[in-house]
């Protein structure tokens, strides 16, 4: 079946725009996380769904960030008035979590998509 | 979460076994240790991961110290394919959050 799809792949935009970021999970996955990745580091956990609610929203940077999972299968990351910074590859994975202890939370990444703020 | 300590970058010839070390000498006792590697231009993908005991997969071998506060990622037979950036990462299975804390990776080259 298909994996986790990302969209856009890429994303210019300027400075102090909107820019909405779009992921598709793999099918029947109930958790999705949203990650952001700068050159040479690891990616950086930023918000997690289970279902259509925010389960941890701790890593988003600033209000300027906000999430949307409204039927719990795409989600939705929206960025306001971006600045420079948030330039990164935004990156989304799901999982088939069944609330077992520790291990078997497989996440299945999707491609990225890149966004770079002028 | 516990951290994690990867050596920047390593280098291996193809066809022969890889050993990529981790340290996380802070390890608590519900903490899964997990690797994930991510090839050039694509999203990271699921390694392999374990708790206690050694973990074997079509993908690689996970050999935990133990003590628990090392670990070793084993690619038994390296091709360019493998060539990735590995990470190594600790969640804590207690924890009803499922987000995982990235470290920075060991960026393994493949020499043909």
């Known amino acids: 079946g298909a994996g986790v799809s990302q969209t856009p792949s890429n994303k210019v935009t300027e400075k102090g725009k909107y820019v909405e970021l779009r992921c598709d999970p793999i099918s029947g996955h109930t958790a999705l996380y949203w990650y952001r990745q700068s050159l040479g580091q690891g990616p950086e956990f930023l918000i997690y769904f289970q279902g259509t609610g925010a389960a941890d929203d701790s890593g988003l940077p600033n209000d300027r960030f906000f999430a949307v999972r409204p039927e719990g299968s795409v989600s939705t990351l929206k960025i306001q008035r971006t600045e420079r910074g948030d330039s990164a590859v935004y990156l989304c994975?799901?999982?088939?979590?069944?609330?077992?202890?520790?291990?078997?939370?497989?996440?299945?990444f999707g491609p990225g998509t890149r966004l770079t703020v002028l | 979460d516990a951290k994690t300590t990867q050596p920047n970058s390593m280098e291996s010839n193809e066809e022969e076994p890889v050993h990529l070390p981790c340290n996380h000498s802070?390890?608590?006792?519900?903490?899964?240790i997990h690797w994930y590697r991510q090839l050039p231009s694509q999203g990271p993908e699921y390694v392999i991961h374990g708790l206690t005991s050694n973990v074997n997969n079509r993908m690689a071998s996970l050999a935990i110290a133990e003590d628990r506060k090392s670990s070793t990622l084993i690619l038994h037979r390296a091709t360019l394919r493998d060539a990735a950036v590995y990470y190594c990462i600790l969640r804590d299975g207690a924890d009803s959050n499922y987000q995982l804390i990235w470290g920075a990776g060991t960026k393994l080259i493949i020499k043909p």
């Open positions: 802070t390890i608590s006792g519900t903490d899964y």
């Open positions: 994975a799901s999982s088939s979590v069944a609330l077992l202890a520790g291990g078997d939370n497989e996440q299945f």
